[in-house]
């Protein structure tokens, strides 16, 4: 639920990165969109199917050790550094920018994310969907996407080269440099989240870190000022 005291733009309502949750661990530097762990907001428990956006930032040799999850849809993003991943399942790697990485735990899965760098710190967004379906197999996938412009992530049905996901949802990223855009939406609703730079989007001005909702519009009108990054999900209700 997002909310409604948020700042109001057209038909949409701005989440500022200001108003996020903030959690300091030393090691770890969260930033959520949504409650999470120590962070309780009751007006922002997710938007639809899309539950968790953290903004991670941990430092060097440190991470998340071995822990359990079921029944979710998990993304990492990383926007700068790399992650190394484990899992139950056998999977082993290295993901850096430009990669995507989906874990889709279903009826169980253990794993551990660890900065391998003994110098430098990574960023990345953790993003978990809930998914269509329970207690499904657990599967990975990750894939590295180079292209700029709008380009898709993730969708259900793995269209255009992108990654399965288990929910009626589609993730772009947004990438542009001082360029405007049209993104052709289908009325449902959705989320822009800004990774860097600053961006319009349909009237709304958007800088790093805010997020911005949005319900029954056809269309999202693009205007980047300077290099822009940022995530857009198409979503079920």
């Given at each position: ?8 733009e057209?038909?949409m ?16 530097r ?37 822990h359990?999850?079921r ?50 710190g ?20 990750q ?13 259900p049905?793995?269209?255009?080269d ?13 990438r ?16 822009v ?5 600053d ?39």
């Amino acid at each position: 639920m997002v909310n409604p005291d948020t700042s109001r733009e057209h038909s949409m309502l701005i989440r500022p990165s200001s108003q996020r949750g903030d959690a300091d661990h030393g090691w770890l530097r969260s930033r959520h969109s949504f409650s999470f762990a120590s962070y309780y907001d009751p007006r922002f428990m997710g938007f639809g199917p899309l539950r968790v956006l953290n903004e991670d930032r941990v430092e060097a040799a440190r991470g998340f050790g071995r822990h359990p999850h079921r029944n979710m849809e998990i993304i990492s993003y990383v926007i700068s550094g790399q992650l190394a991943h484990r899992d139950s399942m056998g999977n082993g790697s290295l993901i850096q920018p430009d990669e995507v990485q989906l874990m889709s735990a279903g009826t169980g899965v253990t794993h551990s994310e660890m900065n391998p760098s003994t110098e430098a710190g990574v960023h990345f967004l953790q993003i978990w969907i809930q998914p269509a379906a329970m207690s499904t197999p657990p599967r990975y996938a990750q894939k590295r996407f180079d292209d700029d412009g709008v380009v898709l992530l993730v969708s259900p049905d793995g269209r255009d080269d992108s990654i399965t996901v288990g929910q009626d949802l589609d993730l772009y990223r947004i990438r542009l440099t001082d360029d405007e855009a049209t993104h052709a939406l289908r009325g449902r609703r959705g989320w822009v989240q800004v990774i860097s730079g600053d961006l319009t989007v349909s009237g709304a001005g958007l800088h790093a870190g805010d997020g911005l909702s949005f319900e029954a519009l056809d269309a999202l009108h693009l205007t980047a000022h300077g290099p822009v990054e940022a995530l857009l999900f198409d979503m079920a209700a």
